[in-house]
């Protein structure tokens, strides 16, 4: 053997400018490996067997060696995986498919309804069975996690259902979230959902070292898990156990199977992790019985659940069923019920809202109930008060489920000191000092419950909850304006109303003190405010709708009314039209499918009062409402309204209005002027007569069908 001299150098001995590619690549499998295996005992089992320096430089050489062969620089590698702190936040991704939210239900009779309403949508006889897949509803939070030729390449938040955050980096150093999926029948791109959460006895674990390091603890695994999941420093999220149950998907270039349950044993080839107890139930029977078992053995699980997902199992039957506004029509969720805990009322408040409504709140002695602690509960209004005869000084039972505000659920009596009061309710504001009363609703000319501040735009509860509602992330959604930057705007005088809030940057010339001196700002968050609310100079009308807070109007109808007018122009020219509550403005308004004659009047008293049009026409000069586009605008049968009458045999009546509205049609009650198209099936009535009066085309089922493309 000749000497040592012409043995190779070992290859973790070579510079990395000296190595050749299949060196490199060697290198960086080999260091990877290490490096993971480093992670695992530093972030995992907590118990490091390197010092940070030699850490460090494995970690160095990676990069070094993934800087000449960035090839090498995959999603999978570790310089990707844990790195440092991202600057300022997360990056926003847009769903491309939205992440809907479910449909609850609380009791048993309400899950029988939801399997109802499927037949009579499907039009399945009594006989054909509707196979249901049964999952615990995991009480953690819900993110996507998205594979492109099996790499996973990022991971987003729900958000508000559209755009999420990005959260790549964090989910990358879950176990549950493999870097690649295994199998031959992985998608070209498969997004998947499924929720994140927390073990119990992790939680337990977490809270002890928070409360050693004197930090805040976390009320509840859920919170824990979303503070862990959003953690701008990658290495706090790979330090905290976080798990991943994957049970849904968005976007698909194809789908390996034809049922929800086949799906999942996919995703569990593949190598995710779905959950044990899910079941694939034959019937809604089934279904409710692996609910009581869950129910029952709940307690026991290592993680919280709270409640169970019912799931239509044929994807078919999924597609056909489709959604409304937020929610699939082929999921429930069916709740667990309530926890109650018994605690003290120890005074009753009364909270001003944005709409001018005095809220009696009980203020509690703080105890625990459904995971959280709870200090308040709301009690309604005083119709509500005397019916349980809250006094102070009581005891009573609360109880919360989920994220549903905690209630009072009944008194006990045994307990009521002797000299406890019935509580009677303010006959003036306590914001605003103006008189509080009760409306007689003219329709019914009852006395409505709730009892309203009369002060208007005087009065500072409403205006900054009218400012707050305004700014908040269904609406203008601006950021780095919560409720305390309103509140201290309003108190200084900068914002009394919406518009001015886009006068902010102009008036800070002679504000005095100028924003950025201000306590709470500097020089760098007043530039990013001023930047954010221009970012909203340009706004979407169904979000514009929504800002202005009129009664009754969530996001649902405002979208219905920005779909139905396009533009705020002709919002407000209909509205004038219609203020008299008849003529062609008027039926067109209740026409509309989902606004009846109350919500109509709720509108249009809205747009009745001169000062609400001042702030709309104030508002209108700062910003650009854009015009609301319906979707599929590409479909013939965009922007069309259609009437459907008569009995039709290729779909159920729920089905075509879905159909339709998925072309971006509206879907009317009634035939008006408005009208464009009448589908009229067998043994159709007074709609088509009224149609030929009207000269509206008349299409047959099959007609309709063509044109619907189906
Ligand atoms: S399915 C379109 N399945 O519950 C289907 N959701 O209340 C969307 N959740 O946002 C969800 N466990 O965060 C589904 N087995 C499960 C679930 C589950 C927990 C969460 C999820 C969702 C929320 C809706």
Known sequence: ?????????????LPVAALSEAQAQAAHRDLTALIEAHNRRYYVEDAPIVSDAEYDALFRRLVEIERRFPALATPESPTQR????????????????PM??????????????????????LGLALDVPLAIVAEPKIDGLSAALRYEKGHFVQGATRGDGRVGEDITANLRTLDDVPMRLKGDDVPEVIEIRGEVYMRRDEFALLNAAQAEAGKPLFANPRNAAAGSLRQLDTAVTAGRKLHFFAYAWGEASSLPADTHWAMLACFSRWGLVTNPLSEACPGIEAALALYRRLAAGRAGLAYEIDGVVYKVDRLDWQERLGHVSRSPRWAIAHKFPAEQVETLVEGIDIQVGRTGTLTPVARLRPARVGGVVVANATLHNEDEIARKDVRLGDSVLVQRAGDVIPQVVAVILAKRPPDARPFVMPARCPICGSHAVREVNPKTGKMEVARRCTGGLICAAQAVERLRHFVSRDAFDIEGLGEKQIRSFFAAGLVRGPADIFHLAAGERQAEPPLREREGWGEVSARKLFAAIDARRRIALERFIYALGIRHVGQANARLLALSYGTLERL????????????????????IDGIGPVLAGAILDFFAEPHNLAVVAALAREVTVEEAVPPAASSPLAGKVVVFTGTLTAMTRPEAKARAEALGAKVAGSVSARTDYVVAGADAGSKLAKAAAAGVTVLSEAEWLALAGL
Request: glycine share 14%.
């Open 1 to 13: 053997m000749s000497g040592q001299a012409d043995e190779p150098l070992p290859v973790a001995a």
């Open 572 to 591: 407000l020219a209909a509205m004038a039209d219609a203020a008299g509550r008849e003529g062609a403005a008027y039926d067109e308004l209740v026409a």
């Open 82 to 97: 844990v790195g440092g702190a991202p600057g300022g936040g997360f990056g926003k991704i847009t769903h491309s498919r």
């Open 100 to 121: 809907l939210s479910l449909d609850n239900a609380f009791a048993e009779g309400d899950v029988l309804d939801f399997a109802a309403r499927i037949r009579r949508f």
